[in-house]
Protein backbone atom coordinates (compact mmCIF):
# COMPACT_ATOMS: atom_id res chain seq x y z
CA UNK A 1 0.00 0.00 0.00
CA UNK A 2 0.97 3.87 -0.97
CA UNK A 3 2.17 5.47 2.56
CA UNK A 4 0.55 8.25 1.08
CA UNK A 5 -2.93 7.52 2.02
CA UNK A 6 -2.24 6.31 5.30
CA UNK A 7 -2.82 8.45 8.29
CA UNK A 8 0.39 9.13 10.25
CA UNK A 9 0.99 7.43 13.38
CA UNK A 10 -2.65 5.76 13.17
CA UNK A 11 -4.12 7.72 16.24
CA UNK A 12 -7.52 9.78 15.75
CA UNK A 13 -6.62 13.15 16.28
CA UNK A 14 -8.01 14.96 19.93
CA UNK A 15 -10.15 17.63 17.91
CA UNK A 16 -12.10 15.29 16.86
CA UNK A 17 -14.63 14.85 20.20
CA UNK A 18 -18.07 15.02 19.39
CA UNK A 19 -19.52 19.20 19.23
CA UNK A 20 -21.43 20.07 22.32
CA UNK A 21 -24.42 21.06 21.19
CA UNK A 22 -24.94 24.49 21.36
CA UNK A 23 -26.41 26.51 24.80
CA UNK A 24 -27.41 29.74 24.75
CA UNK A 25 -25.19 32.37 25.66
CA UNK A 26 -24.77 33.34 29.13
CA UNK A 27 -27.52 30.55 30.30
CA UNK A 28 -26.07 27.30 32.03
CA UNK A 29 -26.66 23.24 31.18
CA UNK A 30 -29.81 22.64 32.95
CA UNK A 31 -30.29 18.80 34.10
CA UNK A 32 -32.70 16.60 36.56
CA UNK A 33 -30.37 14.83 39.18
CA UNK A 34 -31.43 11.98 37.32
CA UNK A 35 -30.09 12.61 34.08
CA UNK A 36 -27.06 13.84 35.85
CA UNK A 37 -26.99 10.76 37.93
CA UNK A 38 -27.26 8.59 34.17
CA UNK A 39 -23.94 10.82 33.02
CA UNK A 40 -22.50 9.98 36.12
CA UNK A 41 -23.42 5.89 35.67
CA UNK A 42 -22.06 5.87 32.68
CA UNK A 43 -18.81 7.73 32.97
CA UNK A 44 -18.40 5.49 35.62
CA UNK A 45 -19.12 2.36 33.87
CA UNK A 46 -16.57 3.04 31.28
CA UNK A 47 -13.40 4.51 33.95
CA UNK A 48 -14.15 0.88 36.21
CA UNK A 49 -15.44 -1.71 33.88
CA UNK A 50 -15.04 -0.83 29.84
CA UNK A 51 -12.03 0.76 29.73
CA UNK A 52 -10.05 -1.32 32.04
CA UNK A 53 -11.87 -4.36 29.74
CA UNK A 54 -10.22 -3.37 26.90
CA UNK A 55 -6.62 -2.11 27.92
CA UNK A 56 -6.38 -5.87 29.12
CA UNK A 57 -7.34 -7.59 25.71
CA UNK A 58 -5.21 -4.68 23.87
CA UNK A 59 -2.63 -6.09 26.62
CA UNK A 60 -3.26 -9.70 25.49
CA UNK A 61 -3.08 -9.03 21.75
CA UNK A 62 0.29 -7.18 21.90
CA UNK A 63 1.69 -9.62 23.43
CA UNK A 64 0.94 -12.05 21.08
CA UNK A 65 4.32 -10.20 18.21
CA UNK A 66 2.86 -8.94 15.02
CA UNK A 67 0.52 -5.99 15.57
CA UNK A 68 -0.09 -4.59 12.39
CA UNK A 69 -2.23 -7.87 11.36
CA UNK A 70 -4.07 -8.50 14.87
CA UNK A 71 -7.28 -8.10 14.45
CA UNK A 72 -7.80 -7.88 18.72
CA UNK A 73 -4.71 -5.31 18.79
CA UNK A 74 -6.71 -3.08 15.81
CA UNK A 75 -9.93 -3.38 16.81
CA UNK A 76 -9.13 -2.97 20.90
CA UNK A 77 -7.00 0.18 20.44
CA UNK A 78 -9.87 1.86 18.29
CA UNK A 79 -12.41 0.88 20.63
CA UNK A 80 -9.97 2.39 23.69
CA UNK A 81 -9.74 5.54 22.00
CA UNK A 82 -13.50 5.21 21.18
CA UNK A 83 -13.96 5.17 25.10
CA UNK A 84 -11.50 7.47 26.05
CA UNK A 85 -13.30 10.03 23.56
CA UNK A 86 -16.80 9.43 25.54
CA UNK A 87 -15.12 9.86 28.58
CA UNK A 88 -13.30 13.70 27.72
CA UNK A 89 -17.24 14.28 26.53
CA UNK A 90 -19.43 13.29 29.51
CA UNK A 91 -16.57 14.58 31.56
CA UNK A 92 -17.00 17.94 29.75
CA UNK A 93 -20.74 17.75 29.75
CA UNK A 94 -20.93 17.16 33.79
CA UNK A 95 -18.13 20.20 34.41
CA UNK A 96 -21.05 22.34 32.83
CA UNK A 97 -24.14 20.66 34.17
CA UNK A 98 -26.37 22.88 36.38
CA UNK A 99 -28.56 20.31 38.70
CA UNK A 100 -32.18 21.51 38.78
CA UNK A 101 -34.64 19.23 41.00
CA UNK A 102 -38.17 20.01 39.67
CA UNK A 103 -39.84 18.89 42.00
CA UNK A 104 -39.45 21.91 44.00
CA UNK A 105 -42.33 23.25 41.97
CA UNK A 106 -44.54 20.23 42.47
CA UNK A 107 -48.00 21.72 42.02
CA UNK A 108 -47.45 24.86 40.15
CA UNK A 109 -49.64 25.31 37.21
CA UNK A 110 -46.87 27.57 35.72
CA UNK A 111 -44.69 25.63 33.26
CA UNK A 112 -40.53 25.53 34.58
CA UNK A 113 -37.33 23.71 33.67
CA UNK A 114 -38.89 19.53 34.38
CA UNK A 115 -41.91 20.49 33.66
CA UNK A 116 -44.40 17.49 31.98
CA UNK A 117 -47.11 19.36 29.70
CA UNK A 118 -49.93 18.57 27.99
CA UNK A 119 -50.78 20.69 25.18
CA UNK A 120 -53.33 20.93 22.15
CA UNK A 121 -52.84 22.85 19.22
CA UNK A 122 -55.19 25.47 17.03
CA UNK A 123 -56.58 21.62 15.50
CA UNK A 124 -57.26 20.11 18.75
CA UNK A 125 -54.38 17.44 18.39
CA UNK A 126 -53.16 16.65 22.06
CA UNK A 127 -49.76 16.76 22.60
CA UNK A 128 -47.87 15.50 26.57
CA UNK A 129 -43.75 16.86 26.61
CA UNK A 130 -41.46 16.79 29.73
CA UNK A 131 -39.33 19.79 29.49
CA UNK A 132 -35.79 18.52 30.26
CA UNK A 133 -31.71 19.36 29.71
CA UNK A 134 -30.04 18.66 26.57
CA UNK A 135 -28.04 15.64 27.86
CA UNK A 136 -32.22 13.97 28.51
CA UNK A 137 -34.10 14.71 25.09
CA UNK A 138 -36.07 11.70 23.88
CA UNK A 139 -38.23 13.20 21.12
CA UNK A 140 -40.17 10.01 20.43
CA UNK A 141 -40.79 9.56 24.24
CA UNK A 142 -42.24 13.82 24.22
CA UNK A 143 -38.80 14.59 26.16
CA UNK A 144 -37.59 17.91 24.78
CA UNK A 145 -34.68 19.98 25.45
CA UNK A 146 -35.45 23.52 27.11
CA UNK A 147 -33.42 25.53 24.34
CA UNK A 148 -36.43 24.07 21.88
CA UNK A 149 -38.58 26.36 19.80
CA UNK A 150 -41.93 24.34 21.53
CA UNK A 151 -40.05 24.64 25.33
CA UNK A 152 -39.39 28.09 24.78
CA UNK A 153 -42.62 28.66 23.98
CA UNK A 154 -44.36 27.24 26.92
CA UNK A 155 -41.75 28.48 29.20
CA UNK A 156 -43.66 30.42 32.33
CA UNK A 157 -46.82 29.96 31.07
CA UNK A 158 -49.98 28.78 32.76
CA UNK A 159 -52.34 26.61 32.69
CA UNK A 160 -55.28 27.99 30.51
CA UNK A 161 -52.73 30.33 28.77
CA UNK A 162 -52.53 30.09 25.04
CA UNK A 163 -48.62 30.73 23.17
CA UNK A 164 -47.84 31.68 20.36
CA UNK A 165 -44.92 29.13 18.61
CA UNK A 166 -43.64 30.13 15.36
CA UNK A 167 -43.04 27.34 13.04
CA UNK A 168 -41.74 26.90 9.05
CA UNK A 169 -45.73 26.91 8.67
CA UNK A 170 -46.59 29.98 9.90
CA UNK A 171 -47.30 30.92 13.87
CA UNK A 172 -49.49 27.94 15.71
CA UNK A 173 -51.44 29.36 18.81
CA UNK A 174 -50.66 26.22 21.46
CA UNK A 175 -53.18 26.22 24.27
CA UNK A 176 -51.85 24.31 27.87
CA UNK A 177 -54.01 21.88 28.99
CA UNK A 178 -52.37 20.40 31.79
CA UNK A 179 -48.60 21.03 34.00
CA UNK A 180 -47.35 18.61 35.96
CA UNK A 181 -43.98 18.09 38.54
CA UNK A 182 -42.64 15.04 39.85
CA UNK A 183 -43.40 14.74 43.60
CA UNK A 184 -40.47 15.58 45.83
CA UNK A 185 -38.38 12.42 46.95
CA UNK A 186 -39.28 11.58 50.73
CA UNK A 187 -35.95 12.07 52.37
Known amino acids: MNKAFVKEGGED?????LPLPEIPAGAKNYITPQGYQRLKDELLQLIDVDRPEVVRIVHW???NGDRSENGDYIYGKRRLREIDRRIRFLTKRM????VVDPSVHHGSEQIFFGATVRYANQAGVAHTVTILGIDELDPLHGKISWISPVARALTRAQVGDVVTLNTPAGVEALEIVAVDYPAPADD
Open 13 to 17: DEDDD
Open 61 to 63: AAS
Open 95 to 98: DLAA
